[in-house]
């Protein structure tokens, strides 16, 4: 038990070598003076002992204390060095563990704020809110830390099954521009890798050629959407690992397929775009919806629209093609699984058949090794796009990112699985 006055005051500050000055009211807010306790240091250069020469006071943000918004107003002193003939002049006292140089944050709320924003996926506003700070103080800090966090080289090790998707990072500028990044997935523990500006192949291309050919050969199946760019950097990176074709993209583009019949049909029977009266309009949801969730009811409702608006039966065609692509996850035989989608492929382009499903059987027969290959290995971007929508999910407590590093560093503490453990250690960078 402290009674000591001056000790107990030392000890709720919590600081190391740390003399308490005074402690200033400002009701909203507490403001805590103090000096660092340290004997009279010798010139860094020739060891000359300094004089003082003044002191400046930096105002930090800390932590609240009890319940209260608090800055800490650490008088620094300024030394200069004895000797007349050292060039080493004058310099301002540190100390790293009450604060990084050049954050405006002390060193324990940097910490804080990085792991409530990393970790917890907590707003910058809303934490700055708390320590009575602005954006950016927070955000610095964020990065300042996260960063160390992130590119930690044991962040991650080896990965077999390596997955690439694309994200809509930020739209920009008066015509709202789409910005894409690429996230780098490992499917299999699901943790992102990282993320690289563009969908191209280029980024994710650096990116992997960066890890070394050692690296590289540990990865034994490579998952992708049906994007050419990524095929091309899987190729050229990995061409021993077995790419797999996510079937979340591959019912999706069977979905848009038969969106797209519908919206043909509608314009060429009705001359133009669907209104809510017009039957396929009408139908839209229904079509898309999986099989086996309509009920009898919305069944007879889709025969019924589809009659009055599909008179070639085209859309309930490009119905029939989407529900025998979803069919081909619904069974489990590695074995099949080729032939199934072969003999997908070929019905799909017969001219006979819709131009839109004519298209997705192209597409089927472009990608027929990666779609069947799911069935042997079942690994899917499925976690890859969770990851997106936690990368969505941090976007979106960020009201949209402009900054790429910025965007990447959240991205990564929130998704990339950092080592927590490690918050209290890291070197701000
Ligand atoms: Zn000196």
Redesign the pocket.
Known sequence: MERDPERMVQLLVGLPDVNVLSVDDGRELIEIHVECRRARPG??????LAHLKDQRVVTLVDLPCFGRATKLAWHKRRWR???AD?A?GSWTEGDDRIAAPRLALTDRAGRWVTLEVGKFGRSVNEVAEVLGCDWHTVNDAVLAYGAALVDHPDRFGDVWALGLDEVLFVREGPYRRQHFSTSIVDVGRGQLLDVVPGRSGAGPKAWLELQGAEWLGAVGVAALDLAGSYRAVFDATVPNATQVADPFHVVKLANEKLDECRRRVQNETLGHRGRKTDPLYRCRRLLTMADERLQEHGRTRLVGLLRAGDPKGEVATAWHAKEAVRELYGHNDSELALEYVDRLADDMVDPVQPLEVRSLGRTLGRWRLQIAAWHTFHVSNGPTEAMNNMIKRVKRTAFGFTNFANYRIRSLLYAGKPDWSLIGAVTPR
């Not at 010139?43 to 000359?48: A, D, R, W």
């Open positions: 010139c860094p250069k020739c060891g000359v060095c004895a000797e050292c080493n």
